[in-house]
């Protein structure tokens, strides 16, 4: 089935820029999924971040928009963040996750989010 | 963006107890409604989706209800294993995605 596992440095200083990686196993990246990013602050609830098939079409938060850029990989059957401008307000576990959709009669539904990576804490600090 | 709220935001019960969960939505999202499971340190866990159909091996003691603004995640026999924090998510506003505050499930 279907894995996902998040890398990239814990620790990134205030004003810089955040970058991690979801790596897809069991499974293709090009297949009609989308892939998300979720973020959870030590202790709070879950946002969404933004997602991207493998076309390349992104969709953001529109809280976030303006800093984070969404990429893929295909040959390497991976996905990347990238979150400018960091704040300690960034530091959060960050998660990547398969978005699911389905057709129902003419009209898609979704997404959902199902499997999750195990998820890799970032702590903005300098 | 839609606002999704829970209640409550956490409750203590004992192993055996049927336990309902509230979310509200602050303007009607048909039946667009997810719920996930969280443990600590873990990543949430798909439990349900369009408000009642139950994931792949989902234990049947979880169901989900309700359309509009109103829903209801209803555990019928607590099990050990549930003492969780369970959280909603609407996608009816796509791709503008919110989830709930969630609601931690304590045990007596």
Redesign the interface.
């Known amino acids: 089935q279907v894995q996902l596992q998040e890398s990239g440095p814990g620790l990134v200083k205030p004003s810089g820029t955040l970058s991690l990686t979801c790596a897809v196993s069991g499974g293709s990246i090009s297949s009609s999924n989308w892939w998300s990013w979720v973020r959870q602050p030590p202790g709070k609830g879950l946002e969404w971040i933004g997602e991207i098939y493998h076309s390349g079409s992104t969709n953001y938060n529109p809280s976030l928009k303006s800093r984070v850029t969404i990429s893929v990989d295909k040959s390497k059957n991976q996905f990347s963040l990238k979150l400018s401008s960091v704040t300690a307000a960034d530091t959060a576990v960050y998660y990547c996750a398969r978005a699911i959709t389905m057709i129902v009669v003419v009209i898609t539904t979704g997404p959902w989010f199902d499997p999750w990576g195990q998820g890799t804490l970032v702590t903005v600090s300098s | 963006?839609i606002r999704m709220t829970q209640s409550p935001s956490s409750f203590s019960a004992s192993t055996g107890d049927r336990v309902t969960i509230t979310c509200r939505a602050s303007q009607g999202i048909s039946s667009?409604l997810?719920w996930?499971q969280q443990k600590p340190g873990?990543?949430?866990?798909?439990l349900i989706?369009?408000a009642s159909t139950l994931?792949s091996g989902v234990p049947s003691r979880f169901s989900g209800s309700g359309s509009g603004t109103d829903f209801t995640l209803t555990i019928s026999c607590l099990q050990s294993e549930d003492f969780a924090t369970y959280?909603c998510?609407q996608?009816y506003s796509?791709?503008?995605?919110?989830?709930?505050?969630?609601t931690k499930v304590e045990i007596k």
């Open positions: 963006a667009y997810a996930y873990k990543a949430p866990k798909l989706y369009a994931q959280y998510q996608y796509y791709p503008h995605l919110t989830f709930g505050g969630g």
